[in-house]
């Protein structure tokens, strides 16, 4: 056990609606980092929050949108969703802005009808 | 930019057997790399790091991996598997940027 927890741990939608993950991170880590893993793009990298603030993004598609709030936890907004956002959507945290340590949760496995 | 690549997606090998997954990497920063394991329905879990002095770095169960800087490498090596080590394997490069760019990960499937 990492210590990180994700809910919901499966999510089946349809096309076309809007979905919320969300994360807590391990106690005491500032950094969230999310990341997308799929069998076509295998796990890529999406966005990362550090202490509140939005510190780096990768492949993130512009429906997703995330935040951390003040508690530190997570959430990854997933809007207009289409059949290829079908994937397992991972957290991970860190105590520092480094990340060279991350500590990943068990993932939400997101299915898209 | 920064980009890894497991050299094989499938790698049988019977228990007790020598094992090595392989993996390259380019960057154009110093790198930071890393190893992580993922079992069937969980996680990733940190397997090993190599961040900076001594280029060989173990795990505590035994795997190990040798950062070779001129053949840009950082593969990983067992020398006797179990059922157990049964998982897919990830190798993966940060650098300044911090956020992890993993490889397509390496299927490693031992055989009784």
């Known amino acids: 056990d990492s210590g990180v927890t994700q809910t919901p741990k499966h999510l089946i939608t349809a096309t076309g609606q809007r979905v919320t993950l969300r994360c807590s991170p391990r106690?005491?880590?500032?950094?969230v980092y999310w990341y997308q893993q799929s069998l076509d793009q295998g796990l890529q990298f999406l966005i990362h929050y550090y202490n509140g603030e939005e510190r780096a993004k990768g492949n993130i598609l512009e429906r997703f949108s995330a935040q951390q709030f003040p508690d530190l936890h997570s959430e990854l907004n997933l809007s207009s969703l289409e059949l290829g956002d079908s994937a397992l959507y991972f957290c991970a945290s860190s105590p520092d802005p480094t990340g060279y340590e991350q500590f990943f949760g068990p993932g939400t496995r997101l299915t898209v009808l | 930019a920064q980009s890894v690549t497991q050299l094989d997606s499938q790698v049988p090998v019977f228990e007790e057997a020598p094992v090595e997954l392989r993996c390259n990497y380019s960057s154009s920063v110093s790198v930071y790399l890393f190893w992580y394991v993922q079992y069937p329905n969980q996680g990733l879990q940190l397997l090993l790091k190599?961040?900076?002095?001594?280029?060989l770095v173990k795990s505590i169960n035994g795997f190990e991996a040798e950062f070779n800087k001129s053949q840009t490498s950082f593969h990983l090596r067992k020398p006797s598997v179990h059922i157990s080590d049964t998982a897919e394997y990830f190798c993966?490069?940060?650098?300044?940027?911090?956020?992890?760019?993993f490889g397509s990960g390496t299927q490693l499937t031992v055989l009784p």
């Open positions: 190599y961040l900076s002095g001594s280029t």
């Open positions: 993966a490069v940060s650098g300044s940027a911090r956020q992890l760019t």
């Open positions: 106690s005491g880590d500032l950094s």
